[in-house]
């Protein structure tokens, strides 16, 4: 079974510029997350979606990022336009169902993004 | 919300020593407990989680279990090598409405010298 993948592993960008980042999840997999390590700190959550609806955006930063599921299939993360503090590594992780007592997300290898 | 204190790095061994990394939580109820791994150049791998208090997560010769008592789930090994150099973070979820989304620590870095 393939894992969740993600696309480009890495991506260099000056201040200003677009980036869009693709994960593609477990297939059957309802819900897709979006996590971010900035500078060497945590890894915070940015959102949530299942299927193609967003459960939860809540850690989104600010409205210069802008996430989508269409089909409910695979999902893109566009950063406009990225910022200095917008370096650090994506991960995006899917699970076939809610975290319960059982339930575990699992990661892809993350986009390491650097803005310039 | 649930929240993760993890041992901060970077924790630097001799190959086959004894490794202890701190993890303790502040949750409500009692959620899954998670140790990731993320090796250099690599993404984040689950290494062992612990469903329920008492629960002994193991993986590759790493332990962890869920100390409902001191709120803690500390990480293990007996004997490190050099290959298990990497970063290492406790995460939990928090459960709220229809997103467990995972909190986690802030990673502790480990480095494993022959």
């Known amino acids: 079974e393939a894992g969740v993948t993600q696309f480009p592993s890495h991506s260099v960008i000056e201040k200003g510029q677009t980036v869009t980042l693709r994960c593609d999840p477990i297939?059957?997999?309802?819900?897709l997350y979006w996590y971010r390590r900035v500078m060497g700190k945590e890894i915070k959550f940015l959102l949530h979606?299942?299927?193609?609806?967003?459960?939860?955006e809540s850690g989104m930063p600010n409205n210069r990022f802008l996430a989508e599921r269409t089909g409910g299939t695979y999902s893109t993360l566009k950063v406009q336009p990225a910022e200095l503090e917008d370096s650090g590594v994506y991960f995006c992780?899917?699970?076939?169902?809610?975290?319960?007592?059982?339930?575990?997300?699992?990661f892809g290898p993350g986009t390491r993004l650097l803005v310039l | 919300g649930n929240s993760v204190t993890q041992m901060e790095g970077p924790v630097t061994l001799s190959e086959e020593a004894f490794l202890t990394i701190n993890c303790t939580y502040t949750?409500?109820?009692?959620?899954?407990l998670f140790w990731y791994v993320q090796y250099p150049g690599e993404g984040l791998q689950l290494l062992l989680k612990?469903?329920?208090?008492?629960d002994k997560g193991s993986n590759k010769g790493f332990e962890a279990t869920y100390r409902k008592e001191t709120t803690s789930f500390h990480l293990e090994k007996g004997s490190v090598q050099v290959s298990d150099s990497a970063v290492y973070f406790c995460?939990?979820?928090?459960?709220?409405?229809?997103?467990?989304?995972?909190?986690f620590g802030t990673g502790t870095l480990l480095a494993v010298q022959p």
């Open positions: 979606f299942v299927k193609e609806s967003k459960q939860d």
């Open positions: 612990a469903t329920k208090a008492d």
């Open positions: 995460a939990l979820p928090n459960y709220g409405g229809a997103t467990n989304k995972l909190i």
């Open positions: 992780a899917s699970s076939q169902e809610v975290l319960g007592a059982a339930g575990t997300q699992y």
């Open positions: 949750a409500t109820g009692y959620p899954s």
């Open positions: 297939s059957g997999h309802d819900n």
